[in-house]
């Protein structure tokens, strides 16, 4: 069976004592409603990893991640930080790809090869992001865009790799935009992502990767995101900056 994922995505965000604060009540949330059946990933900004991880303990259902991470195993790369070191403490997950890493700093698909690779190499779950800007989805092609996207950055894994990354896929069009996702939309390319997945890797292995939905989820649209059939959580920006809200997307399955 799919693991059911809610990813929060601080971005840049939260300074010391706000992180402590959401990540304790958030903690105390995830324990006090009992929330199961679904893994719930906090992924602060560096300096928050061990504190944060502090707090979580041994919270079952609640592991924590990281926003990026370095192509490079270690060496003289002022301000980067690598897989190794982020799994020395105790980071579970890392995303990678995200749009505005994409975007901002030009990261391209060869780039986030590398990327992955040094992360599965270290016990470190991907969650891989793939997605299409407005002028792709106006012209068309946004199925195809996305889908060379994985073909670029994962078909070169074995199998045994591939089974551990997770898919987040971010509609960038819909993101700040005015514009807005439906369910059905979001339906349509998971599902075309598992079948591209599946015409690499086979059916099996497709139907056990989780894909996650990235283009703002909250708790007002979860419910019926989260009942689609190849959704299988999300990728949380603005809403997991709020404990309350973060709490009742887990809650939406």
Known sequence: MRKKIIAGNWKMNMTFDEGQKLTSEIVNMFKDEAVKDVIAVLNPPFPHIFPVKKLIGDTPGIALGTQNCSAMESGAFTGEVSAKILASFGVQYVILGHSERREYFKE???????KVKQALAHGLTPIFCCGESLEIRMAGTHESNVKFQLTASL?????EDMAKVVIAYEPIWAIGTGKTATADQAQEMHAALRRHIASKFGKELANNTSILYGGSANPGNAKELFSKEDVDGG??????LKSRDFIDIAKSF
């Open 155 to 159: 078909f070169d894994l074995s199998p």
């Open 108 to 114: 391209d698909n060869e780039l986030l090869a590398l």
């Open 235 to 240: 990728l949380i920006g603005g809403a997991s």
